[in-house]
């Protein structure tokens, strides 16, 4: 572990300061990913401390939390909650960017559109989803559906607007450069103003796959215990808190490195002018 | 085609020229309220590079872009090659201030852009584009991306990719505007260059009475709110001199002279 | 201009040192018990508001707040921004050690195991059957488990579905065939589909639902607001035992639950007369209660270890109730 190693760096320090200091200086030079390591270990230590106060008596410390979230990971569980939990959360966020950024660049194109949908998913955006999901029950059921649908109803909207405002903000002046050189509307459309848009409508699905994590949270927590949402709920009401703590913590952390993946994703496959030579 | 067309063109020829490729007739740009040009007159020679040149708001740019077809006039009519514009044609190639270079693409990419357009095989267009890419000393550098070229490479980028689709006219608002003036200077120099071995016309917007002066056969001088031709002005320099001594001629100096005395009353 | 100032600076003071005052817990003393329920106030719960009217009549301050759902009382109470909440916080007792005390049973699980008659007749036909209950580790699954252990039976998956009034609806829709209701699901369906569906029988199950607890500083520091308080609960549960339409006429009375719907005002008479016929704990539990607890709540996982081996004053504070019993005898 990586707080591990920084420790031992510590203690080096009392036998030859300047150069154990001059040493990480260099490493910290030579590697910045080593400052992301640094920080996290002072979360994490932070964390451990607030623990240990404690702060709460239903807060673990960071080490009863990791070792929760491993004993999740072997017997088993773990890999269960998020087999239940990633099938409504794959499935909305499938849904909405395939129909958001549809609805989103055709509403960017057509002023008709545009009348008939922006307001819709302007008043969806500022609406408390959270307030809605038990509502969606009513109708769908409290199955996969339903939980499908929470994801889509926190998801699509900020793909839409986004890739809406992405379309209609595409640069004036590439877009008369198409004309000038009698580029057709479709060629228009497929090869200046979707490549400009979509750096912005990418900001959206990100946006939009962060959103879906919400949905199925509240969907997971509001409609029926499943999954990870059933890790948390059960846990907390047995009051076993690291376990529970473990799960938040795993699925903030399978968020961030879904959010970091698709911007991996965008900068080499769809953006390559932005590639680091 | 254009022989055909340009016989029965000449009825109410007012502004004469020998061979005009571009005609504009009568053509005023009201928008809103603001009455942006007023019966504009105007013919440009075959082969002929005029400069469209006056202050700030004189509406040169909505001129050219009027010319090119990008925007509509309200009243009056541009032909080119005798056919009456009514939007952008392949005859015309616009050159623009800001570039309009995709971010997205290489330099090979927005050269061939015009091409890829029109349905041109990739072999045929990658071999049009690396000529005009050589043209404007860009050789080496297809295979970057515009972020990683100076202001005066990328604008190099965009007469490329004028030239590349073989129109008769080029159209250029303000093509180095955004470019230093060290890097000016030799632009305009390759730009005579090019000139001279591609025999096209070109229209050219500026603001520079010396950039004017030292590339243009004629120069349009138009007078603001709302835009009107003021005067037109054919500069008598021997082109064969070197840049240097060009613009160190007495011909040249009093030319810039003569226009800056023209519009000194537009100053602020 | 200085004297501006100076005044500037004394309001100043007075505003800062007010607010240290107001910050200070001077008035301690007046403050009321707050009480915190982990759900809105339904039906089941009129006697005990009808109780709290009461313990104010005797001078008793109240003031309850309704929370979303059990867990979060406790932790208000753990917290102290509740004096008393209501539940039967077992876990975080355990598992943290969390320094609150139960000193009062409010009601036992009283829940029911039915099947379509379709499909099942008895707890054998449920071998290898699908089952709906509460929620994981909740008391519905526990008393699921204990008699399919008892009957030698294997469930093969129980899915979860939160509210006894959802299950009572999914089974009448028919998408789900076994589960557990409560006694107004009972109705329900008894009322909807008279014989479709058959209520499997239950051995003697007793546990608590609902109880109340506090901290345990709150214990000691007001003991007779705490006895006020148990003596209400007590008396009008023996009211309400030996007639259970007396809520009624002391709903109206105190003006309770104004917003309740017709349905559910011609709840209240059956479901306080099957209450006071399956008993209310009109004793408070005590260390009985306790017991049976521990063996119950090892078995749904909310607690861990032998259930011989808990101690019940771990869990239980029982002093403010022996003090009650003591004045107005046990039944």
């Given at each position: 572990?990586?707080?591990?190693v920084?420790l031992?760096d510590?203690?080096g320090?009392?036998k030859?300061?300047?150069?154990v200091?001059?040493l990480l200086?260099r490493?910290?030079d030579a590697r910045p ?5 640094a920080s996290?270990?002072?979360l994490f ?8 106060i ?5 807060f673990?410390t960071?080490s ?9 990971v072997?017997?088993?569980t773990m ?6 939990t ?6 909305g966020?499938a ?6 950024i549809?609805?989103g660049?055709v ?9 008939l949908m922006?307001?819709?998913?302007i008043?969806?955006?500022a609406?408390?989803m ?5 509502l ?11 939980k ?8 699509l909207?900020?793909i839409?607007?986004n890739?809406y ?5 595409a640069?004036?002046?590439?877009i008369?450069m ?6 057709t509307?479709?060629?228009q459309i497929?090869?200046?103003i ?5 750096p ?7 946006l939009?796959?962060a959103?879906g ?10 409609i029926?215990?499943?999954g990870?949402?059933?890790?948390i709920?059960?846990?907390r009401?047995?009051?076993?808190y690291a ?6 913590a795993?699925?903030i952390v399978v968020?961030?490195?879904t959010l970091?993946?698709?911007?991996r ?7 390559p002018?932005?590639?680091k030579r | 085609?254009?022989?055909a067309?340009r016989?029965h063109?000449h009825i109410?020829?007012a502004?004469t020229s020998?061979?005009?490729v571009?005609?504009v007739r009568g053509?005023?740009?009201?928008y809103?309220d ?5 019966n504009i007159d ?7 590079l005029?400069t ?9 740019t909505?001129l050219l872009k009027i ?7 309200s009243s009056?009519?541009?032909r080119?090659?005798?056919r009456v514009?009514t ?5 015309r190639?616009f050159?623009f201030q800001d570039?309009a270079?995709?971010?997205?693409a290489?330099?090979m990419?927005?050269v061939?852009?015009g ?7 990739p072999?045929?267009?990658?071999r ?11 050789a080496?550098f ?7 070229l ?7 980028v965009?007469?490329a990719?004028?030239?590349?689709v ?7 608002d303000?093509p180095?505007?955004?470019?230093d ?8 120099e ?7 071995i591609?025999?096209?016309?070109f229209?050219f ?8 002066v030292y590339?243009s056969?004629r ?7 709302p835009?009107r031709v003021s005067q ?5 320099i021997?082109?064969s001199a ?12 009093d ?14 | ?11 100043a003071?007075?505003?800062t040192f007010g ?5 200070t817990p001077?008035?301690?003393l007046a403050?009321?018990?707050?009480i915190a329920?982990?759900?809105?106030a339904t039906?089941?719960?009129?006697h005990?508001?009808i ?8 001078g ?9 759902s059990?867990?979060i009382?406790?932790?208000a109470v753990?917290?102290?921004q509740?004096?008393?909440?209501i539940?039967?916080?077992?876990a975080?007792?355990q598992k ?12 036992q699980l009283?829940f029911y195991?039915v099947v379509n008659?379709e499909?099942?007749k008895?707890w054998?036909?449920?071998?290898g ?6 929620s994981r ?11 399919a252990?008892k009957?030698?039976i294997?469930?093969?998956n129980i899915?979860y579905?939160p509210g006894?009034?959802v ?6 829709q028919?998408n789900?065939?076994?589960t ?10 008894e009322d ?5 569906f058959?209520?499997?029988p ?5 546990a ?5 607890f506090?901290?345990?500083?709150f214990l000691?520091?007001?003991p007779q607001?705490v006895?006020?308080l148990i003596?209400a609960?007590?008396?009008t549960w023996?009211e309400?035992e030996?007639d259970?339409?007396?809520?009624l006429?002391?709903?109206e009375k105190?003006k ?9 005002v011609?709840?209240i008479?059956?479901?306080f007369t099957e209450?006071?016929?399956l008993?209310l704990p009109?004793?408070?539990?005590g260390?009985e209660a306790?017991r049976?607890?521990?063996e119950?709540?090892?078995v ?9 081996e808990?101690k019940v004053?771990?869990f239980?504070?029982f ?13």
């Open positions: 572990m990586s707080s591990s920084n031992g510590v203690t320090v009392h030859n300061p300047i150069n200091v001059q200086g490493a910290f990913a080593l400052w992301s390591v996290l270990a002072l230590s932070a964390w451990e401390i607030a623990g240990l404690p702060i709460s008596i239903a673990p960071f009863a939390t990791v070792a929760a979230f491993v004993e999740m072997l017997d088993g890999a269960h909650a998020y087999f239940l990633l099938q409504p959360l794959i499935l966020i849904i909405s960017a395939v129909f958001g549809v609805i660049v509403m960017g194109l057509s002023q008709k559109a545009e009348w922006a307001p819709v998913f008043v969806l955006q609406a408390p959270a307030a809605l999901v038990p969606v029950t009513f109708v769908y059921g409290i199955g996969l559906t339903a499908t649908l929470a994801v889509i109803m926190l998801a909207p900020v839409v607007l890739s405002k992405a379309v209609r903000h640069n004036p002046s590439l008369a198409c004309c000038s050189f009698q580029g509307r479709l060629q497929v090869k200046i979707i490549p400009d848009a979509s912005v409508m990418f900001a959206g699905l990100r939009g796959i959103a994590f919400i949905g199925v949270m509240l969907a997971e927590l509001l029926t215990p499943t990870v949402g059933d890790l709920t059960y846990h009401s047995v009051a076993n376990h529970m703590y473990a799960a938040v795993s699925i968020s961030t490195v970091a993946g698709l911007q994703f965008e900068l080499r496959f769809l953006r002018e932005k590639r | 085609m254009p022989q067309v016989s063109v109410d020829a502004a020998d061979d005009p571009v005609e053509v005023s740009k009201t809103a603001v009455e942006a040009l007023r105007l013919d440009f020679a075959r082969g002929k005029t469209l040149l006056g202050p700030s708001g004189c509406g040169k909505t010319i090119a077809g990008l925007i509509p006039a009056g009519e541009v080119v090659n005798g514009v939007g952008p044609g392949p005859e190639a050159v570039f270079l995709m971010p997205w290489t330099v990419r927005n061939a852009f091409l890829e357009l029109r349905g041109v095989s072999a045929e267009r990658r049009v584009a690396m000529q005009y890419i050589e043209k404007v000393g860009l080496g297809e295979d970057k991306y515009p972020h990683e100076s202001g005066g490479m990328r604008q190099r965009g007469i990719r004028a030239f590349a073989n129109a008769d006219v080029l159209l250029l303000e180095f505007s955004a470019v003036e060290q890097n000016r200077r030799k632009f305009q390759d730009l005579l260059r090019l000139i001279e591609e025999k096209k016309t229209i917007v500026t603001h520079s009475i010396e950039e004017a590339v056969d120069i349009v001088l138009l007078s603001p709110r835009g037109v002005i054919d500069p008598d021997d082109r070197s840049p240097d001594d060009i613009r160190r001629a007495p011909a040249y100096l030319t810039v002279e003569e226009i800056w005395d023209g519009l000194r009353q537009y100053a602020d | 201009m200085y004297r501006f100032a100076a005044r500037l600076r004394a309001a003071a007075a505003l607010g240290l005052l107001a910050g001077v008035e301690a403050d009321p018990i707050r329920f982990g759900d809105i039906v089941e719960s009129l005990l508001l109780a709290f009217e009461r313990a104010k009549e005797k008793l301050e109240l003031e309850v707040t309704y929370l979303k059990e867990d009382a406790a932790q753990v917290g102290g509740a004096d008393i909440g539940g039967a916080p077992y975080l007792i943290v050690n969390a320094p609150i005390r139960m000193f009062l049973q409010l009601s009283r195991p008659s499909f099942y008895d054998k036909d449920l071998d059957q699908e089952i709906a209950v509460h580790g909740s008391g519905t699954e526990a008393i699921m488990q204990l008699m252990d009957h030698g294997t469930y093969s899915s579905v006894a009034e299950r009572t609806g999914a089974l009448l028919g789900i065939k076994a557990i209701v409560d006694s107004s699901g009972k109705r329900i369906l909807k589909a008279p014989g479709k058959v209520f499997l239950l051995d003697d199950v007793s608590t639902d609902e109880a109340l506090a901290n345990t500083a000691q520091k007001d607001g006895e006020t003596e609960i007590l008396t023996r309400v030996a259970p339409k007396s809520v006429v002391l709903r105190y309770l639950l104004p917003d309740a719907t017709p349905e559910m011609a709840d008479e059956p479901y209450a006071a016929k008993g009109v004793n408070g539990g260390e306790a049976d607890d521990f119950f709540y090892t749904s996982g909310a607690l861990t270890g032998k259930a011989d808990l004053g771990d239980w504070e002093g403010p109730l022996d003090t009650v019993l003591a004045k107005i005898g046990t039944k």
